[in-house]
């Protein structure tokens, strides 16, 4: 996906990333280390002035063959490297601090808001949203607070030592003459022209790095998550003998990664001959300009040096922008992808907020009025639902594939913005949804079960009870092993862990969507049968297929397909078909 443009620049986007921190509870951190920041690096110009004088004395001494004033200003300049080492150590440390806290709490900001009112769910029914989040959270906010710092640091040195240098560099380039013209300051003329045409070539050449940078993001990522998909689906894979076409398949999505970067590498190779000649012919530019004042006998050798010295760090400081170019672009393309992470969030929030559909929670009941639920398309998916589930029932929703069955929890859960009509819900801490694959997060099995309450809520008695009653004694020794449950665990086996939770948490409302689509006919009786003993007291509301289910429910909810929608039916179930039947686990 290209990311989208914005009419912002970088800086004025990468200040956005930057605001809420300098205004959070961290405030005073921020605040206090870009004050040190800035204090050490104003210490670092300081000595850098005194180590510019420290060329004219010393060079002076040699000059007058003085071997006394010669050692005193070898003394002198152990100090003053002594002082610049233990200053740039420790502006060092500021930069490093002050880009990791705020690495830190941005990485924090974006998870919380990815994750805050199913955000990260919104985002995945966007058709133009950032992709891989999980990239941009984890890497690009590391480089886009790191090169952010790095480079406004170096640009705060450079116009420092610019406004320190170019006044020495205008007194000293008083005596010398342009093709025989005095012009005041000269050399601080030669110097910016110098700079200017070094600074135009260089974008002339490095214009394309940022765009170069932006695809080569993308690319990265897009082959990362090319991976992880395999990883994931190793099994599958296995089974279908899709090796060979896997390989294909990523061999494709590197191959456009090598194409991005051989751009780059050629851009920074051109940009390269340009900085290596630019270098070092500024280092001579003052010397030849300055050299028949000197052989006149009108500048002493220590001046000269002084002020090629200074002329070296004006032009090094009117080209901070032509030495940063590649890292400049770089930077960009992540402020660029965490920028484009954050307009999405902006759109799942407001698609969150501008939903059709209003939800009331706190009800006594589970109501659908006048609902109508569309896709993003627009196309209806069902036309008209209206229905209430009142505390105790036993609810089962049926209809074809497609007919818009899960998409109901989705409104009930309040997370499908599509839509118009009310749902009425009981308070969300008195509902559970299970849906088709039961999430276990990473951790020990006894996290995967507490799940999402804390492991240490239950007891280890009431964990492993919860384990037998629902078919899974062999794991009852397991708890605290830490493990890919989601992977090591049969498909059924996960949705017993979900009906485990049930049987921990005890939620007054149950929605179960498909959650035994995975375990034999036998198996789904004896979970259902836990409504029957262990969970008599909740509401049930169950979606599913299977013939065996209606046994298990007093009244049915039907979606009938139709050319404008489905339509919901409501109706009672055949009185046979009312008895419940409790089965042993197995």
Known sequence: MAEPTSSQGPFRRTWRMARGWYASEERAAAWGLTAATLVLTLAQIGTQLRLNLWHRDFFNALEQRDPVQSSGQVGLFLLLAALSMAIAVSQLWARQMLALRWRRWLVHHLQERWLADACHYRMGLLPDAADNPDQRISENTRWATVMAVDLAT?????????????????????VVRLGGVAVPGSLVLVAVVYALAGGTLTWLIGRPLVDINIRRNQTESDHRFALVRLRESAEA???????????????????RVVGTMHELLRTERQLMWLG????????????????????AGALTLGALMQLAQA????????????ENWPRLADWRSHVERIVALEDSLDAAEALGAAGGIAVEEGAAVLAFEGLELRGPDGAVLVAEAS????????????GESGTGKSTLFRAAAGLWPWGSGRVRVPPREAMMILPQRPYLPLGTLREAVSYPAPAGRFADAAVQAALIRCGLPALVGRLDEQGR????????QQQRIGFARLLLHRPDWILLDEATSAVDEAGQAALMGLFAVELVGSTLVSIGHRDGLVRHHDRVLRLVAGPAGARMVDGPLAPRAKALVVAPLR
């Open 154 to 174: 170096g640009l705060l040195h450079a116009v420092l030592t610019l406004v320190s240098f170019a006044g020495v560099l205008w007194v000293l380039s008083s």
């Open 237 to 255: 894979v296995a089974l279908i003998r899709g090796g060979r076409d896997e390989a294909t398949g990523l061999r494709g999505a590197f191959a």
């Open 276 to 295: 290596s000649g630019y270098g070092m012919v500024a280092a001579v530019v003052p010397l030849l300009l300055a050299s028949p004042v000197y052989f």
């Open 311 to 322: 002329f070296v760090e004006v032009v090094k400081s009117l080209s901070w922008f032509q």
């Open 387 to 398: 229905a209430v589930i009142r505390a105790g029932e036993r609810v089962l929703i049926q």
């Open 485 to 492: 449950w989601d992977r090591s665990l049969s498909l059924g």
